[in-house]
């Protein structure tokens, strides 16, 4: 069986700082991982995902998740945030065979 | 028009009445799932549908029905509902086999069971 997960609910931090939401897996088989974006009243959006290759992923909206096999995470990363990346953020994952789990989110909460 | 369409938008609804939320698309998808969002616990899957002769439970399908009347057309029925079925749905759908593998998410409804 599959899970995720997502180790902060919510996560301050300043406009152009740096941000880091951190995400773990478990899995007994080869899986993959995506992150999806929730804006505020809005549906989900797939903002990057990890299928094989490169364990660098770049996303849209300048973000990017490094997947780490041997510590099993796949933490979501963006140099500098603007107020408009205020949302929930959903770390998932699967193989293909089978759905999608979905983590518990991270409420990102840009500051002044 | 959206690739996956979930009707209604919202939806008030009164305590054991039946309620049928509905989800319909266009991306010509085999497989199709209903989760439901609340505050905190993130997505949870409802059931979910291989193809339409394939129907399976989910974590939380108590209280919960489905019907895959087409390849394009996947609803959710809520026989009685109560209170804590106040949630957020959404509908998705996925296809394996090609080079993008994800959900195409429908807007959600969100259902107020009084």
């Known amino acids: 069986a599959q899970s995720v997960t997502q180790l902060d609910s919510q996560v301050p931090v300043f406009e152009e700082a740096p941000v880091e939401l951190r995400c773990n897996y478990s899995?007994?088989?080869?899986?993959?991982l995506f992150w999806y974006v929730q804006y505020p009243n809005q549906g989900l959006q797939l903002l990057l995902k990890?299928?094989?290759?490169?364990?660098l992923v770049k996303g849209i909206n300048g973000f990017e998740a490094e997947f780490n096999k041997s510590q099993t995470s796949f933490h979501l990363r963006k140099p500098s945030v603007h107020i408009s990346d205020t949302a929930e953020y959903f770390c998932a994952v699967s193989n293909r065979d089978d759905k999608i789990i979905f983590g518990k989110g991270t409420r990102l909460h840009i500051l002044p | 028009d959206a690739d996956v369409t979930q009707t209604p938008r919202n939806r008030i609804t009164k305590t054991g009445k039946r309620i049928m939320l509905e989800c319909s698309q266009t991306?010509?998808?085999?497989?199709m799932y209903w989760y439901r969002q609340d505050p905190g616990l993130g997505l949870r899957l409802i059931y979910y549908s291989f193809d339409v002769k394939d129907i399976n439970k989910g974590e939380i399908s108590d209280g919960y029905s489905v019907s895959r009347q087409a390849q394009a057309k996947f609803s959710l029925s809520l026989e009685s509902a109560i209170p804590n079925q106040t949630a957020l749905y959404f509908c998705?759908?996925?296809?394996?086999?090609?080079?993008?593998?994800?959900?195409?998410f429908g807007s959600g409804t969100r259902l107020t069971v009084v």
């Open positions: 990890y299928l094989s290759g490169s364990t």
């Open positions: 998705a759908t996925s296809d394996p086999t090609g080079d993008f593998y994800g959900y195409t």
């Open positions: 899995s007994s088989v080869s899986v993959y």
């Open positions: 991306k010509g998808h085999d497989r």
